[in-house]
């Protein structure tokens, strides 16, 4: 996940995000005390069904947004996403900041790395000092539909070392319908970019989009010449131990667009 700062609210996002990236150096940095940190390897194995918790989202659709590429950032800012998370008796309410991609995936299943993953970050509305993360893998498979989503982002538009690009439209509802899962892994983790707080409730589909081939070189061309420091590659951080956290298996309900 790539947010380098834990925020306060939205605006503070948008206004310290890329700044940020640019300024810090404290890249790779060790936690000797951390317990919850991010990515990790899902094992299916070895999660926990809930059936008391449940995710809903719904995603309004983009119009004139920007696709910003700012060194290991590919990043668009965006708050017409909801969230809402019900976990036994409580219930609590998110909204979207941004989403962005990393190539190859961050998370793996059952050990396996998938091509890219795109991760869509929540700010707690409930609790403002958590951020929570849908991420979505991406597989390559040559007979694939192009997606939509990611196409009307225009990717290949954008240039080394520093561009941006303009979204006449996007529907991330629409991505989030193609998934085809209803299923996410969910458990406590970290950002996966310096400062690595330990304040994210990770949400991961259990299965990947296959999308053409063509569009994950879109992606993976970014970072192929970046040794980013902590990453295994691209811009992908380094697996991190799982400890004694629990995986659960959560339902998640996309509404899709909101209009
Ligand atoms: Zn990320």
């Not at 990236?21 to 999660?47: H, M, W």
């Not at 800012?77 to 941004?98: A, I």
């Amino acid at each position: 996940m790539n947010l380098m700062f834990k925020p306060n609210t939205a605006k503070q996002t948008m206004s310290l995000g890329r700044s940020f990236v640019r300024n810090s150096g404290i890249v790779g940095r060790t936690f000797a005390s951390a317990t919850r940190q991010s990515p990790i390897d899902l094992k299916p194995e070895e999660v926990h069904a809930e059936i008391d918790i449940n995710l809903s989202t719904q995603y309004r659709d983009i119009e004139n947004g920007k696709l910003n590429l700012d060194g290991r950032a590919l990043i668009t800012y965006y708050d017409g996403g909801n969230m809402n998370f019900k976990s036994y008796h409580t219930t609590s309410e998110w909204q979207s900041l941004q989403f962005h991609f990393h190539a190859p995936s961050e998370h793996t299943i059952d050990g396996k790395y998938y091509d890219a993953e795109m991760h869509m970050v929540f700010q707690g509305i409930t609790h403002k000092e958590e951020l929570a993360v849908v991420g979505i893998l991406f597989e390559a498979c040559e007979d694939a539909p192009k997606d939509q989503f990611l196409e009307s982002l225009q990717l290949h538009k954008l240039a080394q070392p520093s561009s941006e690009t303009e979204i006449a439209h996007a529907s991330p509802g629409n991505l989030f319908d193609r998934v085809g899962s209803d299923e996410n892994f969910h458990y406590q983790g970290s950002l996966t970019t310096p400062d690595y707080d330990e304040c994210v409730q990770w949400f991961v589909f259990d299965k990947p989009l296959k999308v053409p081939p063509s569009q994950i070189k879109d992606m993976e061309e970014f970072w192929s010449d970046m040794n980013c420091e902590g990453c295994v590659q691209g811009n992908a951080r380094h697996l991190q131990t799982v400890g004694s956290r629990v995986i659960h298996k959560v339902k998640h309900t996309c509404k899709g667009r909101v209009s």
